[in-house]
């Protein structure tokens, strides 16, 4: 691990303002970036944690919905029982991934940042563009079972692992930042993450030192709430492919996938496609798939995946 300076902001302005400048990080529960730290994959001249700014809260909105503070962690996110009764399926998705120890400490808005798992990204040996810009990709030809199949690039082929993001995207949630000029701003889950393009190294929209303060939830859509998550192991492990979605009665819905792509991945025009089966929605939602002969399984998992869903919502 590589030297770095520390503080402890008082304010999110202040936080914003002290990672402004180049090299600077937020730092909350750590559970993605002290890992790659001690690789050296991450090396930060400077880290603000932000553990005492209080957003930490879970509240209702205006119009219905919940506005999450960018501290709560995944533990009392999934199990506040608002989240529960109103959005199951972001207890779901939050309670299939990691360990309990992790999601004791890990936050809404870390897990919204985590990057990749791709083995290439932690292998520092090895070239790779979002570590190292313009390396090249060693996924390319080599080992990408876990690897995207849709809206990657020939710069990288690495997917967003997370769960809670591809909840969030189902209900369409908004994430709220404060940046360096004391500026706010909003900006929906479907833009918040990147596809790679020839910048793989930017993961989000976010600028230097702007900070989450909080996700909202829109008010509660109703209809049965399910997350299926297909991995290698029972446990903690990430998704080969993910479905995050809510069906209602007359069969009618949203989906969103995750483990396929750099960011949660729903096509709305999919979603209309619902009463007609997973073959027809995923048909749609994965048009244009650039798949490799190592994870082109993933396609026919993931209509296999909704199709369990779909039977599930009809029982």
């Not at 870390?110 to 990709?137: H, V």
């Not at 995050?244 to 991945?265: C, H, L, N, S, Y």
Request: hydrophobic share 45%.
């Amino acid at each position: 691990m590589k030297a770095f300076t520390y503080e402890r902001a008082k304010d999110p302005a202040a936080a914003a303002r002290a990672a402004s400048r180049p090299g600077a990080k937020f730092l909350a529960g750590g559970t993605n970036l002290l890992d790659l730290m001690k690789i050296e994959v991450e090396t930060p001249t400077h880290l603000i944690d932000v553990q005492d700014l209080g957003l930490d809260t879970i509240e209702p909105t205006a119009d219905g919905g919940l506005r999450i503070g960018a501290l709560v962690t995944n533990t009392n996110l999934a199990a506040d029982q608002r989240v529960r009764r109103d959005y199951a399926v972001l207890t779901r998705a939050i309670v299939a991934g990691a360990s309990g120890q992790l999601r004791n400490k890990a936050t809404t808005a870390g897990n919204l940042l985590q990057r990749t798992r791709c083995a290439y990204f932690y292998d520092t040996n090895m070239p790779c563009n979002k570590r190292n810009p313009g390396s090249g990709c060693a996924a390319i030809g080599g080992v990408s079972r876990q690897l995207g199949v849709i809206g990657v690039s020939d710069k990288c082929i690495a997917t967003f692992p997370g769960d809670m993001a591809v909840a969030m995207r189902v209900l369409d949630a908004v994430v709220e930042t404060i940046d360096a000029q004391g500026q706010h701003r909003t900006i929906p889950i479907a833009e918040f993450h990147r596809l790679w393009g020839n910048h793989p190294e930017q993961d989000t929209t976010l600028g230097q030192g702007e900070l989450i303060t909080a996700v909202t939830l829109p008010r509660p859509l109703g209809g049965r709430h399910f997350y299926e998550k297909v991995r290698d192991r029972a446990s903690y492990a990430y998704a080969l492919v993910s479905v995050a979605a809510v069906i209602a009665p007359d069969g009618t819905g949203r989906v969103a996938f995750g483990g396929v792509a750099p960011k949660p991945w729903r096509v709305e025009e999919a979603d209309a496609l619902l009463p007609r089966g997973a073959a027809a929605v995923t048909a749609r939602a994965f048009r244009g798939a650039t798949p490799t002969p190592d994870n082109a399984f993933k396609l026919p998992l993931a209509t296999r995946a909704l199709a369990a869903i779909l039977a599930d919502a009809k029982a």
